[in-house]
Every structure is written in structure tokens, then in C-alpha cells.
């Protein structure tokens, strides 16, 4: 199975900063077929981005992804207040389909 | 407007199975896909598997395989997730979620989860 390593674990930064989300591979991702959600307490994921750096219907244009191959990234360009939560990536390419262990953005 | 919509939490023994549903609505049930996703508390997320509405053909993580079976009642709209023989770490919140292709876990729409309890 696909192993993803999301870093940091953590990122302290504060309304209005801009944010840079890792996500790196074990192998190679096929077809760009990785994903990044947004998940807040008690609530289900939310999609953002699939296809790598397509944006999900609704989300705000401050998000953007990137990347190919085994290294990924999620940009989020100037934070709004609601923004902090946990962020997981996802490959949905090869079966098993696996998730990274999640960064938590917080107010610094 | 897309909602699924999933069954209440539950509480079983280790050994015994649970089946969570997962109604949909606001769409044309049989032109998605469903998947199954779990976290434990306070863990990741998890792939379990899906199933394809229109033809009822799963895909199941092979972790899973033999301890899981996913079905659909299109008269309902309504997919199930049956999982037996539990064991504690199958405690977790279960969500469903609607994949427009076949993959291996995208979800544009998620239910709202439903936690599953093994406690002796």
C-alpha cells in the first residue's frame, strides 16, 4: 500500500498568513489521483481538492494544490479564522486507497 | 440537495456484527459510487471499501476482506456496511461518502458518521 507522510504534524500561524501543507509518497501517486480535506472536530472530511490541484465545488479560490509524483502540496493563501482544523491527503489511485496521518493547523 | 444520511451510534460486544446504512438522496443513487471510511478516536482516516449502487459489485480493503460486506437496496436508496466478528479496534466513527467515479476512496459528499462501539 501507498504510505503518505504529511508534514508538518503540526503548524502554528495566524489569521491572514499564508500556509503550505506537505504531503509526500512512499511510491509514485498515479494519474495525480490525490486528494486533500479538511476535517474539524466532530464533523466528517471535507473535500478540497482532487485530481492534485482541481478544487472541489464551493471551496474558495484561497486554496490551491499541487504537485505529481510522490510529492504534494496544499497551499492555503491567506488564512481565514474558519481555515484551522486538521487537513488529511488522500490517494485514490491504488487499492488499498490510503490517507496521510493529518496536519493540524492551528492559531498561533 | 445531496444527503447522506447514516444510521445512529451503536454499541456491541466483541465477536458479535453491526450493520450501519447510509441513506442518499438529492441525486440519482445508481450514478455514484459509495465508499466507507473509518477513524478511530482521535486517529486517521481509514478505507474500508465500496460498493457500486447500480450493480451492488464491492471492492474491499483487503485488511477487510471476509469480515466486511457492503450491499444496497435501490427501492430505498440506502447502502449497508456489515462488519462481524468485531474486535476492539473496530471501535470508530463510520462515514459513507459518494465518489462520481470508480476509485479508491474520493468522496465529494459524506454522511455524517456513525460510531460503532465494541466494549465488553
Known amino acids: 500500500e501507498i504510505v503518505l507522510t504529511q508534514s508538518p504534524g503540526t503548524l502554528s500561524l495566524s489569521p491572514g498568513e499564508r500556509a503550505t501543507l506537505s504531503c509526500r509518497a512512499g511510491q509514485s501517486v498515479s494519474s495525480r489521483y490525490l486528494a486533500w480535506y479538511q476535517q474539524k472536530s466532530g464533523q466528517a472530511p471535507r473535500l478540497l481538492i482532487y485530481g492534485a490541484s482541481s478544487r472541489a465545488t464551493g471551496i474558495p479560490d484561497r486554496f490551491s494544490g499541487s504537485g505529481s509524483g510522490t510529492d504534494f502540496t496544499l497551499t492555503i493563501s491567506r488564512l481565514e479564522p474558519e481555515d484551522f482544523a486538521v487537513y488529511y491527503c488522500q490517494q485514490y489511485g491504488s487499492s488499498p486507497g490510503t490517507f496521510g496521518q493529518g496536519t493540524k493547523l492551528e492559531i498561533k | 440537495q445531496v444527503q447522506l444520511v447514516q444510521s445512529g451510534a451503536e454499541v456491541k460486544k466483541p465477536g458479535a456484527s453491526v450493520k450501519v446504512s447510509c441513506k442518499a438522496s438529492?441525486?440519482?443513487?445508481?450514478?455514484?459510487?459509495i465508499h466507507w471510511v473509518r477513524q478511530a478516536p482521535g486517529q486517521g482516516l481509514e478505507w474500508v471499501g465500496m460498493i457500486n449502487p447500480s450493480t451492488g459489485s464491492t471492492t474491499y480493503a483487503q485488511k477487510f476482506q471476509g469480515r466486511v460486506a457492503m450491499t444496497r437496496d435501490t427501492s430505498t436508496s440506502t447502502v449497508y456496511m456489515e462488519l462481524s466478528s468485531l474486535r476492539s479496534e473496530d471501535t470508530a466513527v463510520h462515514y459513507c461518502?459518494?465518489?462520481?467515479?470508480?476509485?479508491?476512496?474520493?468522496?465529494?459528499?459524506w454522511g455524517q458518521g456513525t460510531l460503532v462501539t465494541v466494549s465488553s
Open positions: 461518502a459518494r465518489d462520481e467515479g470508480y476509485s479508491y476512496g474520493l468522496g465529494d459528499y
Open positions: 438529492g441525486y440519482i443513487f445508481t450514478s455514484y459510487y
